[in-house]
């Protein structure tokens, strides 16, 4: 049983950068497909960054390529966000699970769920 827990968020201005974090208890990460969601107001939630448990393929949605970098280890989830945008203002929640090879990016392809932690892009 995977807990997660994020942290990192915050108020940033546009252009800026954040890197998010996202600590793994209770299991190891070892073996998972982890990735980033996040909700913006009035929006359906969605995969911002994924990457595969087994070989390291990784996912990106197409408003964040080259601007986000995703990583992980055993025990951590990381998102590096660079040269945020207004657009970019959600709440980011970090998961684990077992998807499709397919399916990294659907949120319903995710067990386990950290609480989320809101990122704010403005000036």
């Known amino acids: 049983q995977v807990q997660l827990v994020e942290s990192g968020g915050g108020l940033v201005q546009p252009g800026g950068s954040l890197r998010l974090s996202c600590a793994a208890s209770?299991?190891?990460?070892?073996?998972?497909?982890v990735g980033w969601f996040r909700q913006a107001p009035g929006k359906e939630r969605e995969g911002v960054s994924c990457?595969?448990?087994?070989?390291?393929s990784t996912y990106y949605t197409d408003s964040v390529k080259g601007r986000f970098i995703i990583s992980r280890d055993s025990a951590n989830i990381y998102l590096q966000m660079n040269n945020l945008k207004p657009e970019d203002t959600a709440i980011y929640y970090c998961?684990?699970?077992?998807?499709?090879?397919?399916?990294?990016?659907?949120?319903?392809?995710?067990?386990?769920w950290g609480q989320g932690t809101q990122v704010t892009v403005s000036s």
């Open positions: 209770g299991g190891t990460l070892d073996g998972y497909a």
């Open positions: 990457i595969s448990g087994r070989y390291g």
């Open positions: 998961a684990a699970g077992s998807p499709s090879w397919n399916k990294l990016h659907l949120p319903d392809e995710y067990r386990y």
